[in-house]
Nanobody
Framework: QLQLVESGGDLVQPGGSLRLSCAAS????????IGWFRQAPGKEREGISC????????YYRDSLKGRFAISRDSAKNTVFLQMNSLKPEDTAVYYC???????????????????WGQGTQVTVSS
């Protein structure tokens, strides 16, 4: 059974940084995409970034590119989300999700992802 476990969420001051981790296990295929999403209270879940397992290609939401960066440690089956210059509006529950696909074309639609972690809370506040 594929499992995703997020960690790294915390309370951080505006302008600060955080690195989230997504530890994945139980893959039955070498071809998948891991995405990061977030959901603030009263808002829809939105995609942040994703990375393909086959070639490491990445895709970002335009509005977050430059502040957020996705990366991976393939040996440890872990995907990271580095978040810099955090703003109060970045406050949300952050999720990682997996999409079992050979495609390297990035998608940030949550409906395309079959497996989800439990989420980790990020709060940006002074």
């Amino acid at each position: 059974q594929l499992q995703l476990v997020e960690s790294g969420g915390d309370l951080v001051q505006p302008g600060g940084s955080l690195r989230l981790s997504c530890a994945a296990s139980g893959f039955t295929s070498d071809y998948y995409t891991i995405g990061w999403f977030r959901q603030a209270p009263g808002k829809e879940r939105e995609g942040i970034s994703c990375i393909a397992s086959s070639d490491g290609s990445t895709y970002y939401r335009d509005s977050l590119k430059g502040r957020f960066a996705i990366s991976r440690d393939s040996a440890k089956n872990t995907v990271f989300l580095q978040m810099n210059s955090l703003k109060p509006e970045d406050t949300a529950v952050y999720y990682c999700a997996a999409r079992m696909t050979i495609s390297t074309i990035g998608t940030l639609s949550p409906y395309e992802y079959e497996y989800w972690g439990q989420g980790t809370q990020v709060t940006v506040s002074s």
